[in-house]
C-alpha cells in the first residue's frame, strides 16, 4: 500500500484556505499513487487557534467532510481526515453516536475509497498544559478500527502518542497500522522523534505520524512527519517546511515481525 502523510500549512482560523490547501493535498497524492492519505490534527482550523472551534465546529455530514468525501471518490483514494472540530449536538440529532449529546470533540475520520465514512476516532487525551483544550472539548470513549489494503488501522491523535495503553488497546484490536495526526509544537522536538518511534517499536505495527507546519501566536508547528516500520526504523519523513511524505508500507512485514521476535506473545 502507499501511504501518504499530508504536512500542510495550517493557518489559524483559515478554515477556507486549509482546506483547500488539504484537498489540493490529497489530489497530488492521488497522482503519485497513494491509496490513503493522513492529514494533520484540527488540519481545518488549527489546534491552537482555540477562539475559534465554537464558530468552525461542524458535525460529521458537515460541509468539510463532504468535500473530502468527495475528493476521496473522485481520486479513488482513502483519507484520515484527522482532525475537525466536531459539533456533537448537531451529529447527535443525525442519530450519531457521540460520548457527549452537546460540546465539540477532536474527530478523525476514515473515509474509504468511496468517501463512505468508514471510522471515527474522538481523541482520548486532551492537552491540559498552557492549552485550551480540556477546557473546550468532550474526549473521546471508543477505539475504532477499519481493513483497509491489507492492513488493520488505527488512529490516535498527537498527546495520545504519550499514553501507551492506549496503543495496547489497539495492538488488542488487531491493529498494524497506526495513524496519528498531530499539531506537535516546538520545543518539544525530541519527544515528537521518540514517542511515535517508542510506539512502533512495543507494538510491533507500523506508526504513521503527520503533522502540520505552521506559526501561531503562541506556538509553532515542527513538521517532521514520519512514518515508522515495525522494528521502530524511520522508513520515511519531512523536514519543516510543507511536503507530501510517500511511501510504500507492507502488511507481511508487520507479520514477519512479530514472528520473528514474538515479543507481544510475552506479555503477561
Known sequence: MKLALAQI???GGDVGGNVGRAVDAVERAADRGADLVVLPELFTVGYF??????RTAEPLDG????RLGDVAAAQNVAVLAGSVVEDLAASHEAGVDTPAADGYANTAVFLDRTGDRRAVYRKHHLFGYDSA???LLTPGERVETVDFAGFTVGTTTCYDLRFPELYRDLVEAGATL???PSAWPYPRVEHWRLLPRARAVENQCYVAAVNGVGSFPDADLLGRSTVYDPWGTPVAGAAEEPALVTVDVDPERVERVR???PALADRR
Open 178 to 180: 497506526v495513524l496519528v
Open 63 to 66: 460541509e468539510t467532510l463532504q
Open 259 to 261: 514472528g520473528e521476535f
Open 9 to 11: 500549512e495550517v493557518r
Open 49 to 54: 487557534a482555540f477562539e475559534s472551534y465554537a
Open 133 to 135: 483544550e480540556t477546557d
